[in-house]
C-alpha cells in the first residue's frame, strides 16, 4: 500500500483532527507574526535621514552682483559650519532682466526661512515684495545702511557669523 493510499484510510475522524490541528498551527504562527512585527515597528527608531536639507533651517542670500564687497556670503557659510543645528546656506543673484518681486516669491517658494540681501537691486526687489505685504514663516535682513520696512537692517561694518545667526535664528 502507498502513503497516499494509507490517508484515503484514515478514520473520518482522525482526518478532521489532523486538519483542525493543522489550522491552529497556521493561526498561532500568523498570530505571532503579526505581534513580532508590532513590536519591532514600536521600538523601530526612524532612519537617519541622508540629508537635512528639507528639515532644516534655509537661509538665503539674495545679492546683485557677483562679488560681495560686505562678505556677507563668506559670514554665512562660516555661520553655518559653526552652528550646533541644521542651517543650510544657499546664495542666489537676482538677474538683471527679471521682476525683482516674483523672484523673491521663488526664494520664499524654495522654503528659505531667512532672506539676506546684499547690494541695491537685491534690497529694492525685497522691499517692492515687503510693500506688497508681509510673508508669514520668512524673515528678511537687508544688509545695507538703509533699513526697508519689514525687514531687520544689518550695517556692512557689522556683519559677521554671529550677528547672521542671531537674525536667522530670529
Not at 557677483?66 to 550646533?84: I, K, L, N, V, Y
Not at 537685491?122 to 508681509?134: K, T, W
Not at 533699513?147 to 557669523?161: D, E, Y
Request: proline share 6%; aromatic share 4%.
Amino acid at each position: 500500500m502507498r502513503v497516499s493510499d494509507r490517508s484515503r484510510h484514515l478514520p473520518r475522524g482522525w482526518r478532521i483532527v489532523l486538519g483542525a490541528g493543522a489550522a491552529v498551527l497556521l493561526a498561532v504562527a500568523g498570530i505571532a507574526a503579526l505581534l513580532l512585527s508590532w513590536r519591532s515597528s514600536e521600538d523601530a527608531t526612524p532612519p537617519v535621514p541622508v540629508s537635512h536639507v528639507d528639515t532644516a533651517t534655509r537661509a538665503c542670500l539674495l545679492t546683485s552682483t557677483d562679488t560681495d564687497p560686505t562678505g556677507t556670503w563668506a559670514a554665512m557659510q562660516e555661520m553655518a559650519r559653526a552652528s550646533d543645528t541644521n542651517v543650510v546656506v544657499q546664495r542666489y543673484r537676482l538677474p538683471v532682466s527679471v521682476n525683482a518681486d516674483a523672484y523673491v516669491n521663488t526664494l520664499v517658494q524654495l522654503r528659505c526661512s531667512t532672506i539676506v540681501t546684499s547690494g541695491i537691486a537685491a534690497r529694492s526687489a525685497v522691499a517692492a515684495r515687503l510693500a506688497a505685504g508681509h510673508v508669514p514663516g520668512v524673515r528678511f535682513v537687508v544688509v545695507d545702511d538703509r533699513p526697508v520696512v519689514g525687514a531687520v537692517q544689518l550695517s556692512p561694518a557689522a556683519v559677521s557669523p554671529k550677528s547672521l545667526a542671531r537674525e536667522v535664528r530670529g
